[in-house]
């Protein structure tokens, strides 16, 4: 007999027809379905000792029900001291509320909104400030919404400031529906002030709308084929483009 993930099967019998039940489908067929189910854990203990990582596998091999991969760079980046097969470090993530480019099936359409969230004050300033100071933290990804909407790099920046100033050696990561050699250069409908300053405090930026159509589960750090990871500080450097994957 073929083997089935657990989880498959329970989504099978149990989640389908409850979900049938509950929305009132004619046929299984109008039920969503899942493409892909992805379970992490943060390992942050792991810098000091390696064994945990195999042990964090373990578990969440029982959990899923199918062996657990460890998640390792596939190749050498050495501007974030990244070597091939080495695992990647843990992450502080700000989602920043409010974007303009509507990205159909978008994975947060309710961080479109401006007002979405919780204030960034001073207070949340500080938290994200300590919780990148352990050295297990590799950096900070700025996430949305879209930390290149005008009103947003107005509010990030005096941030980012802080972060290289307080935070030094951690990268940082952000991601953008906006195009950077067209929407963020001088006369880009997303150039501001701030934009050039904000962009030299960022070591990789992924940029581009999500395009379902292009969507491929396989890609690295991004979700559709026209997206972009680029090499930010390169190309504040030097003016050229270079994607990293």
């Not at 352990?134 to 947003?152: A, K, M, Q, V, W």
């Not at 906006?178 to 992924?206: F, S």
């Amino acid at each position: 007999m073929a083997y089935v993930p657990t989880l498959k099967k329970m989504y099978k019998e149990q989640v389908v027809p409850a979900l049938v039940k509950q929305f009132g489908y004619s046929s299984v067929m109008q039920v969503p379905v899942l493409e892909k189910i992805v379970i992490n854990q943060g390992m942050g203990q792991a810098v000091a000792d390696k064994k945990l990582i195999d042990v964090a596998q373990a578990e969440l091999t029982q959990i899923a029900g199918q062996k657990a991969v460890q998640t390792k760079s596939r190749k050498d980046i050495s501007n974030f001291k990244l070597r091939k097969g080495m695992p990647i470090g843990v992450r502080v993530t700000l989602f920043v509320s409010g974007c303009r480019n509507h990205c159909k099936d978008c994975f947060q359409p309710e961080t479109w909104a401006f007002e979405y969230g919780n204030p960034f004050t001073g207070e949340v300033e500080d938290e994200i400030i300590a919780s990148l100071k352990p050295d297990y933290i590799r950096g900070l990804t700025l996430l949305g919404g879209d930390p290149f909407e005008p009103e947003n790099q107005k509010a990030l920046l005096p941030f980012m400031r802080r972060v290289k100033a307080e935070c030094p050696g951690k990268d940082v990561w952000a991601y953008t529906g906006y195009v950077l050699d067209r929407d963020l250069v001088p006369g880009g409908k997303c150039c501001t002030a701030d934009t050039a300053e904000l962009l030299h405090m960022i070591d990789v930026l992924v940029d581009g709308p999500f395009v379902t159509e292009l969507h491929d589960i396989s890609l690295l750090f991004k979700g559709s084929s026209n997206q972009r990871v680029i090499d930010c500080a390169e190309y504040c450097r030097s003016g050229e483009i270079r994607e990293l994957m």
